[in-house]
């Protein structure tokens, strides 16, 4: 069996073997693609490095970085692990206040962005930087852990969660026996068009180079040309979330592309839609059509193909290596058919993130170690689960979950607000909405698209509300809790 290795050690090996060979091919939102070989991607590598290192940067340390989906992403993450140091990747849209405060929550050694008032440095001194050094090989050393991963928090910065084994894989394994489950193999053509800022997408992203795939990477996500890329890439891999999904079926008739090459459509981020994976199942047909659920803490996983869904519609799939229960609220053991919350145990417990930092959150487990992650769903007679909510009031839009609180926070630091709450509705594209909801101040009158500015200097663009309602009162019970679900009711009806 082939032993273990760094990320950077295999990228090593590969741009030694593959030389010229595109590793990377980049489509830029402007302008014309830009070919990579192996050994070009190899010295960003090492100059980056290089760079990092000159500032300070060493193995045990942590280096976040606020980029979009641009080759210089996938490079210096590469750049961070070959000093052994841990990534922690950011919104390029952060603002420069809770990039600050997420480095001083993590003990970050320096914040890379590409904006000048976001970090400690941005990408273009990096790389000037970079350039100025002598050229010389950096030694690869073992990141322990290699990241950090974020997840939504209710104070508005993010929870940081980390696997804190050494951070090698095994070439050909380098996400266990669930990627052959889902379609992923190695030495094929990959396309990347979700955002690397987001845990999934980067994840694939640099497992597909580890496996030796030439990746075709988007800087921003468009359904005509993802289609088109595909035909013209030959992709055989696409890792892809229900909106691009949507859009995409949209826009086929129109695009034109075949799609003959797609092996393996994957999905996963977010609930999918019946119909719409009927649609891409009737596209591709259901031996293409795969779809993972599981979470930023590996709390463990289910996979389903096209096929078993078919004959379980609705249902996100039976544990892969993984155990599932579902309690009631009293801590009961429910049996098939009774909705409750999910409980899941991975084979190997040793695999998952535990929550890191300060007022780091306890997991929740039963005294067998199966874990929670709030979402509730219920089995049937042969195992498959299906997903019935979250037990908490998480905005799931597009993939990305949003907390509402974080959101409201923002609402009521505006003078003229004196109430507000956000909630999520159905939506064709995205899944769920981010609505906001306002009580205006005595004698005030805010209109919604102030307020959207308002929020939109202060959250990230995905955090921005797509619609504000000013109501006249909000429904809170005796405790003052928001009643979410009747506001999505009434907004429905």
């Known amino acids: ?14 741009a030694a073997a593959r030389g ?24 960003m590598v090492d100059g980056f490095a290089r760079a990092l290192a000159d500032r300070g940067v060493g193995q045990g340390d942590v280096v976040a970085f606020a980029l979009g989906n641009i080759p210089a992403h996938l490079a210096l993450a590469l750049a961070i692990w070959r000093l052994g140091a841990t990534t922690m990747v950011l919104d390029p849209a952060i603002p420069a206040a809770r990039a600050a405060a997420m480095k001083a929550r993590s003990g970050a050694r320096l914040v ?34 290699g990241k950090i991963v974020l997840s939504g928090g209710s104070t508005g910065l993010p929870k940081m969660m980390a696997d804190a084994r050494p951070f090698t894989r095994v070439p050909g394994a380098s996400w266990g026996r669930v990627a052959p489950r889902l379609g992923f193999r190695a030495d094929q053509v990959q396309l990347v068009c979700g955002a690397m800022s987001h845990n999934a997408p980067f994840t694939w992203a640099q497992n597909g180079l580890f496996e030796g795939n030439r990746l075709v990477l988007m800087e921003r996500f468009d359904a005509i040309a993802a289609l088109q890329a595909i035909d013209r890439h030959r992709i055989g891999f696409a890792m892809l979330v229900p909106t691009m999904m949507v859009r995409m079926a949209d826009a086929l008739p129109a695009s034109g592309a075949t799609l003959a090459s797609l092996h393996a459509l994957y999905h996963t981020g977010a609930p999918c839609a019946g119909w719409l994976k009927q649609a891409w199942i009737d596209i591709l047909g259901p031996a293409r059509v795969t779809e993972m ?24 799939g039976q544990g892969f290596e993984t155990a599932i229960r579902i309690y009631g609220p009293d801590r009961r053991l429910l049996p098939a058919g009774e909705t409750g919350e999910i409980f899941m145990r991975p084979d190997d ?19 067998d170690g199966f874990q929670s992650i709030g979402d509730l769903g219920w089995l049937d007679d042969e195992g498959f689960l299906y997903l019935g909510g979250r037990r908490d009031d998480v ?11 974080t959101v409201e926070a923002v609402l009521l630091a505006h003078p003229d607000v004196a109430d507000a709450v956000a909630y999520g509705i159905e939506d064709r594209d995205w899944g769920e909405r981010l609505v906001a909801g306002v009580v205006a101040k005595p004698g005030r009158a805010p209109d919604g698209e102030s307020l959207r500015a308002f929020c939109a200097g202060r959250l990230a663009a995905h955090e921005v509300p797509k619609q504000i309602r000013l109501l006249k009162t909000l429904p809170r019970d005796g405790f003052g809790k928001i009643r979410r679900k009747d506001l999505r009711a009434a907004h429905m009806a």
């Open 1 to 14: 069996m082939t032993d273990a290795m760094t990320f950077g050690a295999r990228l090593r090996a590969l």
């Open 20 to 43: 010229e060979a595109e590793a990377v091919r980049f489509l830029p939102a402007a302008g014309p693609e830009v070919a990579i070989s192996w050994r070009a991607l190899d010295g």
């Open 112 to 145: 890379v962005g590409a904006r000048e008032d976001c970090g400690d440095i941005t990408l273009a001194a990096l790389e000037d930087l970079a350039a100025a050094l002598p050229p010389a090989p950096v030694a690869d050393r073992v990141s322990c852990p």
């Open 293 to 316: 659920y599981g979470s930023g803490e590996n709390t463990g996983q289910t996979t389903i193909t096209g096929t078993e869904w078919l004959s379980h519609r609705g249902s996100v």
């Open 349 to 367: 417990t040793g695999g998952r993130s535990d929550y890191i930092g300060p007022d780091a959150p306890r997991p929740e487990r039963d005294a």
């Open 395 to 405: 905005v799931n839009s597009g993939g990305v979950k949003l907390h509402p609180e």
